[in-house]
């Protein structure tokens, strides 16, 4: 869609929504007719699911939603199914306090309505967010709610002075931005991947948000630590499978390979390891990942605890449930949450 000139916004939106929808489809389509006729079929079925999602059986969706490797990686509640067959919710994370104005300045009701933890925003609207004045002020960023919530894990409420963090795969800037606003002057950040190109597109995105207390560069785990003396917070939002994002990402349901678990989940302990040693004696460290296999989850979680007595798990309640009960990590199910999955855990280097 960026090659082809001149298509109309309505024209790019239902090309993404038919794209969408056949990769959504795909195991329910008749391999047997040509192309075009196949993502009118998937289009059907993407409409009369959202208008009855009983159309489709529990029978149905545990053999062709995803394919059977996952059985074998994961727990597949068949609700977590029906969630990937709807088309995912666009969420917006307005800066501290803006979620009401946001919300308000995006059209309100039904349009724009405030989420789940604060200053998030579901967007219901027709917009093209990135051509709106609140989006080149700054005053919002497109950013999914499961995401948002890493951040909360990440920062008290109320920011003890100079916090120094390390965002350690920070990418385009999504964890590190809300990062920075949570700490609220009050602390840095300093950014680092592997990938510069990503590093670029977090430049822009401080900028436009102008926010202060920011740093980047790139880095990778085989690369000496930084920041002398250590961090106060190191999180490590790794690189991963993404099953938890397949409703927004379906073809990556058929792209994923089970091999794929393995050598993530080694990758996701090397580098939990590396940024370990940065952590200052009464830090946090926060692991991170947007899949849901055992094995990047628990899996990674266990192994890193077995492997560094000097830290212990640090307990934290689950940000989409005020008051709940503290737990060493937690795992964000699309069905529950209206977001990606997400799996999140803490734990505390030890002071001696
Ligand atoms: C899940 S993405 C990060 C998303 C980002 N935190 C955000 O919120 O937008 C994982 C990132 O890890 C980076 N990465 C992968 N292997 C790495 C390594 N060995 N060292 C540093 N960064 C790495 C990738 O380039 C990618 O940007």
């Given amino acids: ?127 093209d967010l990135f051509k709106t004045p609140g989006f080149h002020k700054g005053e919002f960023e497109i950013q999914d709610v499961a995401s948002q919530v890493v951040g909360h894990c990440c920062v008290p409420t109320v920011p003890e002075a100079d916090q120094r963090w390390w965002d350690v795969c920070a990418g385009e800037g999504g964890k590190t931005l809300h990062l920075a606003d949570l700490l609220a002057g009050k602390g840095t950040v300093l950014a680092t991947d592997r990938a510069e190109w990503r590093l670029d597109r977090l430049q822009q995105r401080i900028s436009r948000a102008r926010l202060l207390g920011v740093r980047w560069a ?32 379906p073809h990556a349901r058929w792209t994923v390979q089970p091999k794929d678990i393995e050598e993530l989940a080694a990758r996701q302990l090397a580098l939990l390891g590396r940024a370990a040693e940065a952590v200052k004696p009464g830090g946090q460290l926060v692991y991170s990942v947007c899949t849901l296999t055992r094995a990047e989850t628990a899996g990674v979680a266990e192994a890193f605890l077995k492997a ?20 060493a990590f937690h795992v964000f199910w699309p069905q529950d949450t209206g977001g990606s999955g997400m799996f999140v855990a803490k734990w505390r280097r030890r002071l001696a």
């Fill in 218 to 249: 790139a880095w990778d785990d085989a690369q000496p630590i930084p920041g002398e003396g250590g961090f106060d917070g190191v999180l490590v939002d790794a690189p991963c499978t993404g099953l938890g994002t397949w409703g927004r990402n």
């Fill in 1 to 127: 869609m960026k090659l082809a000139r001149g298509l109309t916004p309505e024209e790019t939106r239902w090309i993404s929504r038919a794209v969408f929808a056949y990769f959504r489809w795909q195991e329910w389509l008749d391999a047997e007719l040509p192309l075009e006729r196949r993502i009118d079929q998937a289009a059907g079925f993407a409409d009369t699911y959202a208008r009855k999602p009983g159309f489709v059986k529990d029978e149905a969706l545990a053999a062709h939603a995803v394919p059977a490797w996952v059985r074998e990686a994961m727990e597949v509640p068949v609700p977590w199914l029906r969630s990937l067959q709807r088309e995912p919710r666009l969420w917006l994370r307005a800066r501290p306090g803006k979620g009401p104005e946001v919300a308000a300045a995006l059209g309100g009701d039904p349009d724009a309505v405030p989420g789940p933890v604060p200053d998030s925003v579901e967007y219901r609207g027709l917009k």
């Fill in 308 to 327: 560094h007595a000097d830290f212990e798990a640090l307990p934290f309640a689950n940000p989409f449930v005020p008051g709940s009960e503290p737990a």
